[in-house]
């Protein structure tokens, strides 16, 4: 019997700055299809996790696979391939000011040269029309756009190429309930779209009852808590337990001066 | 013996400071040639640094080549050698005033926008962004500005430079000084020689390399928020006009030592 590769697979991965470790030991395990939730309060590793991932920071140990390749240590035209498998929502939607919407969600078309420019701005329309956002926004620069608008567009960038896998970086910290709820929804609707993988981070309980298939929980650099969504309520854990339902008192002390 | 560690410190930090500036230097020059190349984002730059930066470059030189040509008149008539004006003063700009003056206005301009636009692409994630959408920033955004400066400078700036810079020098001599129009241009132009004409284009070429670079390495390095941001701009404007004035010499040494 064939057993199924996972799409994500990080193996004790390390990762420190200088003195300061942040990834102690973190083992995770996304399969295909599946939609992973990451929670954990500010400064725990979250996006350093995911940034390993994407090779923008190099872990000092560990093992990091993609649909069972070995990331860490492979050369950069390799990563610049499995990269295209990739596509990302990231916390302030980090959209280019010097291109119009339109470019902005057509990039990664044109950098992997997949089609022409006609080609790529009817897709970008389309994909803008599918986060909700009418066709003369494509030729608005970014600066012109809501937060809201901002994250929608950074959305349609993320699915442009139709990515095997999607990260979601904090997709709905400042944005208001309503906005966020709408978020989230397009985040589902997208992610089931494309057929993709999707990985977050967050820690706004409702995208995660939201988003996620599976969640984990990261604490002190390491993956404390693993289960489907529907346990998250009775995991046993008390770290997860103080987690959801936002308690000062609990074992995850953090680190405030008081005067 | 803490004095001692002191300057241990300093040297060793200005060492890994000129090693890293090295190694970006050696990445974004080889970028330029191999592919992918990205033909609009080196004209968009070619167009902000080459043709946005003419009206200041025109009119300081135009007033320096003015004041150049009174204070040459006011020195050589201590000594009867009025006539020698027009010759200093297009070897003055254009070997030395022009692209040394063009150089630290484009410094200026150009090193600061660099610097803060990476450096807001940097704390923004705008980079990050590039990398996860296939791109290598180096051969994005590094290559293009530091290819664009090298064309730019020599071939439509520091041309313009010089050119304004005599003709400022002209117009003060003709209008003021009481020089005859068609001995001025004569005079100008028996004394250009070639060597001077490339000298000042090889150091418009030096001068844009170092203005580029250190507007690209600063702020691609951009650390923290807006505050690395500003610091990011200030170093890159202080260290190529460093470069600039440094690099100069070495390039006079070169074309013109004997």
Same mark, same amino acid.
């Given at each position: 019997m064939n057993e199924i590769i996972p799409k994500i697979e990080?193996?004790? @991965?390390?990762?420190?700055?200088?003195?300061?470790?942040? @990834?102690?030991?973190?083992? @995770?395990?996304?399969?295909?299809?599946?939609?992973?939730v990451i929670i954990g309060g500010s400064g725990s590793g979250k996006s350093v996790t995911l940034k390993c991932i994407l090779g923008l920071l190099y872990p000092n140990g560990g093992s990091i696979k993609i649909d069972g390749t070995e990331m860490v240590g492979i050369g950069a035209d390799e990563r610049k391939k499995i990269l295209t498998k990739f596509g990302m929502l990231f916390q302030g939607a980090a959209l280019f000011d010097s291109l119009p919407v339109w470019e902005n969600v057509a990039f990664g078309l044109l950098a992997q040269r997949l089609c022409n420019r006609k080609e790529a701005k009817e897709i970008a329309i389309e994909k803008l029309r599918r986060v909700g956002l009418s066709p003369d926004v494509g030729s608005l620069s970014p600066a012109e756009l809501s937060g809201g608008m901002q994250k929608r567009v950074g959305l349609a960038r993320a699915i442009a190429a139709n990515p095997e896998i999607i990260f979601f970086d904090e997709p709905t910290t400042g944005l208001d309930p309503i906005m966020s709820d709408v978020i989230n929804e397009l985040i589902v609707e997208c992610v089931k779209d494309v057929g993709a993988t999707a990985l977050t981070i967050t820690h706004d309980m409702s995208s995660v009852r939201k988003i996620a298939d599976h969640v984990s929980m990261i604490y002190h650099g390491n993956i404390i808590w693993t289960g489907p969504k529907d346990e998250i309520d009775h995991s046993g854990s008390d770290y997860i337990d103080q987690f959801i339902n936002g308690k000062a008192e609990g074992p995850i002390k953090m680190e405030i001066l008081r005067g | 013996m803490n004095f001692l560690a002191v300057i241990g410190r300093v040297t060793i930090s200005f060492l890994q400071a000129a090693g890293k500036i090295g190694i970006f230097a050696v990445n974004g020059v080889r970028h330029i &040639?191999?592919?992918? &190349?990205?033909?609009?984002?080196?004209?968009?730059?070619?167009?902000?640094?080459?043709y946005y930066s003419l009206p200041v470059v025109g009119l300081t030189t135009l007033f320096t080549g003015a004041a150049l040509a009174v204070n040459i008149y006011e020195g050589s008539s201590r000594f009867n050698a009025e006539s020698t004006l027009p010759t200093i003063v297009v070897i003055g700009i254009v070997r030395e005033l022009g692209p040394t003056l063009c150089g630290l206005i484009v410094a200026g301009r150009v090193s600061a926008s660099m610097a803060a636009e990476l450096g807001t692409m940097r704390v923004t994630e705008q980079i990050d962004a590039l990398v996860t959408l296939s791109t290598d920033p180096f051969k994005y955004l590094i290559a293009p500005r530091i290819l664009a400066t090298v064309i730019m400078m020599p071939f439509m700036l520091v041309i313009v430079a010089d050119?304004?810079?005599?003709l400022g020098g002209y117009l003060l001599a003709t209008t003021k000084l009481g020089y005859n129009s068609g001995s001025y241009i004569k005079s100008t132009i028996d004394f250009l020689e070639a060597i001077d004409?490339?000298?000042?284009?090889?150091?418009a070429a030096v001068f844009g390399f170092f203005i580029s670079l250190m507007g690209c390495y600063h702020g691609f390095n951009?650390?923290?928020?807006?505050?690395?941001?500003?610091?990011?701009?200030?170093n890159a404007v202080v260290s190529a006009c460093i470069m600039i004035l440094l690099s100069n010499y070495v390039v006079t040494e070169m074309f013109f030592s004997s």
């Open positions: 990080l193996k004790g @991965l390390h990762k420190r700055f200088g003195s300061k470790v942040v @990834l102690e030991s973190v083992d @995770l395990t996304v399969m295909p299809g599946e939609s992973m | &040639f191999t592919p992918p &190349f990205y033909p609009r984002e080196l004209w968009r730059q070619m167009l902000n640094i080459g050119t304004i810079g005599v004409v490339m000298a000042s284009m090889t150091k951009t650390r923290g928020g807006a505050q690395g941001v500003g610091i990011s701009t200030t």
